[in-house]
């Protein structure tokens, strides 16, 4: 029980003297940190750590792409492919696909799938965009 109460006040007083940052900063030594003073430069982040900040990431995007009013009727396939593009570009330009927002809309996967991929961010993730859009077409994974 000495160990549990080292690591209690340990975490306790650092977090009192580091701070909490949400945001990036380089900290006195030069080294970008975050959170409470984990230099991430050197240190980097676990894939545990990676896996929690992707299942925050993805609970994000859904509550973003919630407010579209045909979210909620479409199939899970293409519900995951609006996620992926979302969390790829960011729910500003993902928002800027006016016109394959309005195919979805209309329940019209094979233009919507078509307007995917006339983009230039379908120019820059190449295969990454066939595979969505492919699934939008067809409403199924593979």
């Avoid at 994000?60 to 570009?89: E, I, P, W, Y």
């Avoid at 209309?106 to 919507?112: D, K, V």
Wanted: with cysteine; hydrophobic share 45%; aromatic share 8%.
């Amino acid at each position: 029980m000495e160990e549990q109460d080292v690591i209690q006040r340990a975490t306790e007083l650092v977090a009192e003297n580091e701070g909490l940052a949400l945001k990036p900063y380089l900290c006195p030594a030069g080294k970008l940190t975050i959170g409470y003073g984990r230099n991430i430069e050197d240190n980097g982040i676990s894939a545990k750590e990676a896996a929690i900040l992707l299942s925050a990431d993805i609970e994000s995007t859904l509550k973003q792409l919630g407010h579209l009013t045909f979210f909620k009727s479409l199939n899970v396939a293409r519900k995951v492919v609006m996620v992926d593009m979302c969390f790829n570009l960011g729910y500003p330009r993902f928002a800027l696909f006016k016109k394959m927002i309005a195919a979805l809309d209309r329940q019209n996967y094979e233009l919507a799938a078509l307007e995917m991929m006339d983009s230039r961010w379908a120019q820059q993730v190449g295969q990454r965009a066939e595979r969505l859009s492919k699934i939008m077409k067809t409403g199924q994974f593979g």
